[in-house]
């Protein structure tokens, strides 16, 4: 199994700064794709980004341009940089581990950061 605990919430202002980081632990060999999701009240999570185990990444439109995403291998740690932050960032974001290198797959899950954005 896999363990993942997020950090780097917070408060933050329009127009700032602020880095998430999920550490992973467990049978972190396993894990191929990691992303990051976020779910803001009354709506549904939604991707916000994500990188394989290779490097390639995907981004939601709303954040291209201004996340980046990025992965550790050798500190089992994921992060999401996000800079030019708005308002409508705001939400819990969740760090997610596609557990499936190793039989059968599995769908981890941090217990999410909160991220506040005020104008």
């Known amino acids: 199994q896999v363990q993942l605990v997020e950090s780097g919430g917070g408060l933050v202002q329009a127009g700032g700064s602020l880095r998430l980081s999920c550490a992973a632990s467990g049978d972190t060999i396993c894990i191929s794709a990691m992303g990051w999701y976020r779910q803001a009240p009354g709506k549904e999570r939604e991707l916000v980004a994500a990188?394989?185990?290779?490097?390639?990444?995907d981004y939601a439109d709303s954040v291209k341009g201004r996340f980046t995403i990025s992965r550790d291998n050798a500190k089992n740690t994921l992060y999401l940089q996000m800079n030019s932050l708005k308002p409508e960032d705001t939400a819990v974001y969740y760090c997610?581990?596609?557990?499936?290198?190793?039989?059968?797959?599995?769908?981890?899950w941090g217990k999410g950061t909160l991220v506040t954005v005020s104008s």
């Open positions: 990188v394989t185990s290779g490097g390639n990444t």
């Open positions: 997610n581990a596609d557990w499936n290198l190793c039989i059968y797959g599995m769908d981890y």
